[in-house]
């Protein structure tokens, strides 16, 4: 299962890499794999998408075809269940926003550094272009898998964006080494999502039920902050909320304070808040939720001045996360 | 070059009468009338397995009443393995989610409520489970990109189906679309139902094709014995002013010729199929015979 509450340091150097990168805006890293054999029959993808579901730092996602414009929003849908984030209770899940840039706070600070989309050629160029843009700023290699001959216009504007180009047998091979050399994907919801072994609504209902069950111990303690946060969505008022109570653990507790505290305040990492008597420092293991809230701020495109806590760029009210 | 099959097909079990079919699906066939094994069906039965182990497409255009929807039914009770069959909605508007709500409903058995996302999902999950054929009829109905995420769909990981489409003009619409195209492997073209006098005139080429085709007089001899005794040239008649090589027609008209004599075991007069024919279009036909 990803575990959301203890972020790597490695997460958070990634965001400002990204961030970084994103500033000198260096180009992004896309590789084109061709499309299989057709005359070897279906079945081809699903082996290479089976090898690299089970890769550590990979997502992997079909995309689904509409030929009047892309499914953003289930794409969006499935990368998130393909991370393990199953919930659809608020924000982008329940209202289908066709906007990739929601999920950026997530890509930024997950632990995967690859993305997959199989079927690429579904999403059209307008797709591919928000898709490409979004990898780039999350400092996420791209491989578009492509399942039959593009038309015309997306060979064209694939050309001129690519990085690399691979034939699918070549691809396929590479992949079927990479699942043994690599370590494996620790994301069990992810994982049996993106292998189709289950759907991501069944996972739902099973944390819900677990969410149900009396917590006693530890163990089944942190097993139920998990399916929480599994539960939860990007851009939510729980994200908002979770950001909240970090620094109420920092000793922000004063609900004045928190309610003046600016975007700017907050390190772009979540590793520090800058206060009237100067930055206070904050905890490792606390930082994934105060950086998510951040990241979140820039994706509304806030300003350095604007509140902190926020769920959609308005000012706090204490009641909407109370 | 063939990949190793997919799909585990087991061999058909033999179909040769309208006892090895289940009720619903010979229910209109009236009482006496045997399931007739066409050479289309034949060819059908003959070639499926292997096209369905490899999860290629089977196609089956035909006109309105060409045995089409029977086929279909044969094909789901030769096979051993689970079959689904779904009837594409006619509508207008949102296509894609009516289709996904009925294959849906048709694989749980029951009707399902929810978005065409939740639709599809429940699908990719019921079709993981085991080996499944769907058989999706009325397919013309069905927009291209149903047809594509269909065809998506058995690219994703530990999917057990294959799909045998049918519907008329449907071969138009694969032909469109060279993803849909290089799925299909094996068409098999319902006609109408070819008399014995259009064969005698056809030129050299198009003789052999439809002496491939299905024939009018052993079509009717097998469907009941009755027309087996009925004058060759009455029947032949009776299809060129009212049938019009249609199995569909046919088997209406049976029903009403039935209903004139239930007890006799004689073949049908010209008078009888001329009322017959007056029963279902209040005409009296152009009878030359």
């Known amino acids: 299962m990803n575990c959301t509450t203890a972020p790597a340091a490695s997460d958070c150097s990634k965001a400002t ?34 090898d690299a579901a089970h890769t550590a730092d990979t997502l992997i996602v079909f995309a689904r075809w509409r030929r009047r414009s892309p499914r953003l929003a289930d794409l969006v849908s499935d990368i998130l269940d393909n991370a393990g984030r199953v919930g659809v209770q608020n924000g982008v899940r329940r209202y289908e926003r066709e906007d990739l840039t929601l999920l950026l706070p997530y890509l930024l600070t997950d632990p995967y550094n690859h993305l997959v989309v199989i079927a690429a050629e579904c999403l059209h160029v307008s797709g591919l272009d928000d898709l490409i843009a979004i990898s780039s ?77 009396p917590a006693v111990g530890n163990d089944a303690a942190t097993s139920a902050t998990i399916a929480a946060l599994c539960l939860e969505d990007a851009h939510t008022r729980t994200h908002a909320r979770a950001a909240k109570h970090v620094l109420q653990r920092v000793g922000i507790r004063d609900p004045e304070r928190l309610a003046a505290l600016n975007v700017a305040d907050v390190a772009e990492d979540g590793s520090s808040v800058r206060g009237t008597s100067g930055h206070t420092p904050v905890p490792t293991h606390l930082r994934r939720a105060l950086q998510r809230q951040r990241l979140h701020a820039l994706v509304l495109g806030q300003a350095a001045g604007d509140a902190f806590l926020t769920v959609d760029g308005s000012r706090w009210r204490p009641n909407g996360l109370s | 070059m063939n990949a190793a099959p997919r799909l585990n097909v087991p061999p058909f079990t033999p179909i040769a009468h309208r006892d090895d079919l289940p009720a619903h699906a010979t229910a209109f066939l009236p009482a006496g009338a045997n399931l007739v094994i066409t050479p289309e069906l034949e060819r059908l ?13 089977i196609s089956m255009p035909g006109a309105p009443g060409c045995g089409k929807s029977t086929a279909q039914a044969v094909l789901a009770a030769a096979c051993s393995i689970k079959t689904t069959t779904c009837v594409v909605p006619t509508v207008k508007h949102n296509r894609g989610l009516a289709f996904y709500a009925a294959l849906h409903s048709a694989l749980i058995g029951t009707e399902a409520l929810g978005t065409q996302r939740e639709h599809e999902n429940a699908v990719h999950r019921i079709l993981s489970e085991e080996p499944r054929v769907l058989l999706i009829d009325e397919a013309q109905n069905a927009d291209f990109d149903v047809l594509c995420n269909l065809r998506l769909l058995l690219e994703r990981p530990n999917m057990h189906f294959t799909v045998v489409l049918s519907g008329t003009g449907i071969t138009e619409l694969l032909e469109k679309y060279p993803m849909l195209l290089t799925w299909r492997q094996l068409t098999i073209d319902f006609q109408r139902l070819v008399t014995p006098m259009r064969l005698r005139t056809a030129r050299g080429g198009q003789a052999h094709d439809l002496a491939r085709a299905s024939q009018l007089i052993p079509t009717l001899h097998g469907l009941h014995h009755r027309l087996a005794r009925t004058d060759e040239t009455l029947l032949v008649e009776t299809d060129r002013v009212h049938c019009h090589g249609l199995i569909r027609s046919w088997i209406a008209l049976l029903e009403n010729l039935l209903s004139f004599s239930p007890d006799s075991d004689e073949g049908f007069s010209r008078t009888e199929l001329i009322d017959a024919i007056v029963m279902v279009t209040n005409r009296t036909p152009p009878f030359r015979a």
């Open chain 1, 17 to 50: 890499a990204a961030a970084t990168a994103a500033q000198a805006q260096m180009p992004p890293i896309v590789h084109v794999i061709d499309p299989p054999d057709p005359h070897l029959g279906p079945g081809q993808l699903g082996d290479l998408a089976l």
């Open chain 1, 137 to 213: 700023l999350a400092g996420y290699s791209l491989t578009l898998v492509l399942s039959d001959q593009p038309a015309a216009d997306i060979h064209e504007y694939l050309n001129t964006q690519v990085t690399g180009r691979q034939p699918f047998t070549e691809a396929a091979r590479h992949w079927h080494q990479q699942r043994r050399l690599r370590p494996a994907r620790d994301n069990r919801i992810g994982r049996a999502v993106a292998t189709t072994t289950t759907t991501a609504s069944a996972q739902r209902r099973d944390l819900a039920a677990r969410l149900q069950q």
């Open chain 2, 45 to 57: 039965l003959n070639a499926a397995r292997t096209v369905m182990s490899n999860r290629r497409l």
